[in-house]
């Protein structure tokens, strides 16, 4: 994987998060895996196709996702993940997918995006790649998001 | 539901009635036929249809003159071209003047109706309008792929899925569908129809948990991937892509679809029901 490919989403990350009430997204680990991930709670996926094809998966507890949620709609209280919270994180993920394309154009990659697949429940195992991927762990206050990203040029 | 107004438009009476015959039996009526494209523009005025299909070659004129002398009559007015030759050249030439859909005859009915179907929205409801279009495509290669992979015969079922959650236990491969409709194709199954599968597939039941997953990873590309294609290749102008596939595999695995429509496909066979949800974003 072009490790250049992975900056688009980063920097999506650390511009979008403040403006939707995360004023200092913290980067706190990258590495690489060849394991499948494995679910932490809530599961975000979303696919990429033109010029760049492949996946990236938003990856949390439930917990998180339900402290996202609340901070995107002005602090109002979500005790329980529900249909409102799910809309609210999948239109995060659409938001960061539609940065990250920003992004990748300005790069000179031309990109499409599907629509964010939101799957709910723990441990259950993820694959978005055949060979190795990379995964950012960032820290929003105190909860994490994992990044998961398997994404190739395409000729 | 009422009957949606046609007019057919093409120099050759061959070809006028083959496409009337197409239309017969289905809720579409032939209300005008024109043999040029002056005849065009006099039936459309007098009868209003609904939609038009239109023929490249005419007379006194060629399909696309004849579509922005329609178009200028009527901006609403839905065309679609059906024609021997088509090339990128005319498609974007045909989009210019409004017209909405390419065919490439001969055509079948399917292939008429589903793009007669897209156009004219304003007779059908969306959700009618994804289930004839795209999600029947997707039984059709539901069944063929099954057929191909396992020369098993089945007539898969279509619904709308209309529950809150789809709940997975075993596998399900998700691929995303970029383009217009935007949406994902899930196909997935239990964890035992997933070993039955993958051991009919290979002919070996001594399999790893990879092996299985991969086996059912390729099942899941070759029918949606036949299924994008169907749908390019109905839709001329449409370029639907499909992303590389997520695989997810576990119990009590549920997911959700806020703001899409969605259909369930069910193949049944002998080892167990292979299930495909396709749902697209709405407002497509």
Do not use: W
């Not at chain 1, 809530?42 to 949620?69: C, L, S």
């Not at chain 2, 239309?23 to 006099?42: G, I, P």
């Not at chain 2, 001329?236 to 499909?242: A, F, P, S």
């Amino acid at each position: 994987m072009d490790a250049k490919l992975v900056n688009p989403f980063i920097d999506a990350f650390m511009a979008v998060m403040p403006q939707i009430g995360f004023p200092t997204p913290k980067r706190t680990k990258v590495y690489l895996q060849d394991k499948n991930a494995i679910s932490a709670g809530v599961v975000v996926m979303v696919g990429f196709t033109k010029q760049m094809r492949g996946n990236v998966v938003y990856n949390m507890d439930e917990d998180t996702a339900k402290f996202i949620a609340s901070t995107m709609m002005m602090g109002m209280p979500v005790s329980e993940f529900d249909a409102m919270a799910q809309s609210a994180i999948c239109e995060l993920s659409n938001m960061l997918s539609a940065n990250s394309a920003t992004n990748l154009t300005q790069m000179g990659l031309e990109v499409d995006i599907s629509t964010p697949n939101l799957t709910i429940g723990q441990g259950f195992s993820i694959k978005i790649s055949e060979g190795q991927y990379l995964t950012i762990e960032m820290d929003l206050g105190g909860h994490k998001v994992d990044i998961a990203i398997a994404v190739d040029r395409n000729n | 539901m009422e009957k949606v107004k046609v007019m057919i438009v093409d120099d050759s009476k061959v070809s006028r009635t083959i496409l009337a015959n197409h239309l017969s039996r289905t809720n579409f009526e032939v209300v005008a036929m024109a043999k040029d494209a002056s005849d065009a523009l006099l039936l459309y005025k007098e009868h209003n249809p609904d939609i038009v299909t239109m023929d490249m070659n005419l007379p006194d004129s060629d399909g696309i003159e004849c579509s922005r002398r329609i178009r200028a009559i009527d901006p609403e007015a839905k065309i679609v071209m059906i024609s021997a030759m088509r090339d990128t050249n005319l498609v974007a030439r045909g989009k210019e003047v409004g017209i909405g859909a390419f065919l490439q005859k001969p055509v079948s009915t399917n292939e008429i109706i589903d793009a007669l179907m897209t156009l004219c929205q304003k007779k059908v409801s969306q959700v009618a309008m994804l289930r004839e279009s795209y999600a029947k495509i997707f039984v059709h290669s539901l069944r063929q792929g099954i057929f191909e992979m396992l020369g098993v015969r089945v007539d898969p079922t279509l619904e709308l899925y209309e529950k809150k959650y789809l709940d997975v236990n075993g596998i399900a491969v998700i691929i995303g569908l970029t383009g217009t409709p935007n949406g994902r194709a899930i196909t997935y199954m239990s964890k035992d129809t997933m070993k039955n599968y993958s051991a009919k597939m290979l002919g070996t039941d001594d399999l790893t948990e990879d092996e299985i997953q991969d086996a059912v990873e390729e099942a899941a590309n070759i029918i949606i991937g036949h299924g994008v294609s169907n749908v390019n290749d109905v839709f001329k102008d449409k370029e639907l892509r499909i992303t590389p596939p997520g695989t997810i595999c576990g119990a009590g695995i549920r997911v959700a679809s806020p703001k899409l429509t969605t259909f369930k496909l069910t193949a049944s066979t002998d080892f167990g029901d292979i299930c495909v949800n396709v749902g697209f974003a709405e407002g497509e």
